[in-house]
Every structure is written in structure tokens, then in C-alpha cells.
């Protein structure tokens, strides 16, 4: 049997959370001491579609 849970019926949804463009800046600013630019961004797209994505451990492709 499978079982899904979408994350938006999974979280409350506050009026505090930050948009995904805020996500994303903060990852560039966290992750740009390890990453160069190239990396960073495709790794910014991954995750900004991850939902999309049928196999997560393709995700050691953009980190390593």
C-alpha cells in the first residue's frame, strides 16, 4: 500500500512563513561558501521543484 501526505495538508499555514524567493535567498547566502555559482543555482532549482522530483538521491549530484 502507499501512502502520500502533501505537505500543505501536513503544516498550518502561518502568516509568518517566508515565500520561496525568500527560502531561496537565504539558501544562496548560507550555501555560496561551499558551492559555486553554477552548483548553487541548479541546486536552487532542484529544490525550489522537489515535489517534482521522482528519486531524491539524485540531490548528491548537485552537492558533491
Request: charged content about 25%; some cysteine; aromatic content about 6%.
Amino acid at each position: 500500500a502507499s501512502y502520500t501526505l502533501s505537505l500543505h495538508d501536513a503544516l498550518p499555514i502561518s502568516r509568518n512563513m517566508m515565500t520561496l524567493e525568500q527560502v531561496c535567498d537565504r539558501f544562496r547566502i548560507q550555501a555560496s561558501a561551499t558551492l559555486d555559482a553554477d552548483k548553487l543555482e541548479r541546486t536552487v532549482e532542484f529544490l525550489a521543484h522537489m515535489e517534482e522530483v521522482e528519486d531524491m538521491s539524485v540531490i548528491g549530484e548537485f552537492l558533491a
